[in-house]
C-alpha cells in the first residue's frame, strides 16, 4: 500500500507545473509579445505609404480604363496644397452628362485625402513644368493617352519618397523609388 501511494504521488508531481516555471513562460511570452509590438508598430507607417501609392496607382489606371470604356475625357486633379486628389468625370450627379468643364453638378470621385496617413502630395511634374503648391487637373482620353506627368509623394516620419510616372500616349504608369526626372529625348534616341 504504501508503494501505491509513492507512486500515485511520484505520477502527481510530474504532470503539474510549478509557479516559478509559469512565471518564465509568462515573461518568455511576454518579451516575444514586446518584440513583435515594437515591430510591427515600426512597419506600420511603411504599410500606409505602399498603401497610398497603390490606391494612387489604382485610381490612375481606373480612371484610364473609364475613359476608354465610356469614350469620354476624365480628369483627375491634385490639390498640392491639401495633399489630396480626386477624379472628374463627365457625368452629372443625377445622371447625363456635364454640359461644361466647369459644370457645377459634374460628378467628383475617389476623393483622398494623403495628409490623414501623414503623406506629402510634393510635387507634380505636368509636360516638364514642375509645381509644389496649388490645384492642377489632368486628363485621360478616350484613346487611353494622358497629360504627361510625374507624381512625387513623401512619408516624412519614414524619410521616403515615391513617384509615380503616367506615359503621354499609352497612359501606362510606371513606379519609380524616390523621386525621378526622365531625361529629356535627344537625336540619339531615334538611331
Given at each position: 500500500m504504501v508503494g501505491r501511494t509513492r507512486a500515485r504521488a511520484a505520477r502527481s508531481s510530474t504532470r503539474a507545473f510549478t509557479l516559478v516555471e509559469l512565471m518564465v513562460v509568462i515573461v518568455v511570452v511576454g518579451l516575444i509579445g514586446g518584440v513583435a509590438v515594437v515591430t510591427w508598430s515600426s512597419m506600420l507607417p511603411k504599410q500606409q505609404f505602399h498603401s497610398a501609392i497603390r490606391n494612387l496607382s489604382e485610381v490612375l489606371y481606373g480612371t484610364r480604363s473609364e475613359a476608354i470604356a465610356r469614350n469620354r475625357e476624365f480628369r483627375i486633379q491634385y490639390d498640392l496644397d491639401a495633399d489630396t486628389y480626386r477624379v472628374r468625370t463627365p457625368f452629372k450627379e443625377g445622371g447625363g452628362f456635364a454640359t461644361s468643364d466647369d459644370d457645377p453638378e459634374r460628378l467628383?470621385?475617389?476623393?483622398?485625402d494623403l495628409k490623414k496617413a501623414g503623406i506629402d502630395l510634393q510635387e507634380i511634374v505636368i509636360d516638364d513644368q514642375p509645381h509644389t503648391d496649388?490645384?492642377?487637373?489632368?486628363?485621360?482620353?478616350?484613346?487611353?493617352?494622358?497629360?504627361?506627368?510625374?507624381?512625387?509623394l513623401r512619408d516624412e516620419a519614414m524619410k521616403q519618397s515615391f513617384t509615380l510616372?503616367?506615359?503621354?500616349?499609352?497612359?501606362?504608369?510606371r513606379m519609380h523609388d524616390g523621386?525621378?526626372?526622365?531625361?529629356?529625348?535627344?537625336?540619339g534616341d531615334f538611331r
Open positions: 467628383w470621385m475617389h476623393e483622398t496649388g490645384a492642377w487637373e489632368i486628363y485621360f482620353t478616350p484613346v487611353g493617352a494622358s497629360t504627361y506627368h510625374t507624381i512625387l510616372e503616367v506615359l503621354p500616349l499609352t497612359g501606362e504608369i523621386g525621378f526626372t526622365r531625361d529629356p529625348v535627344d537625336e
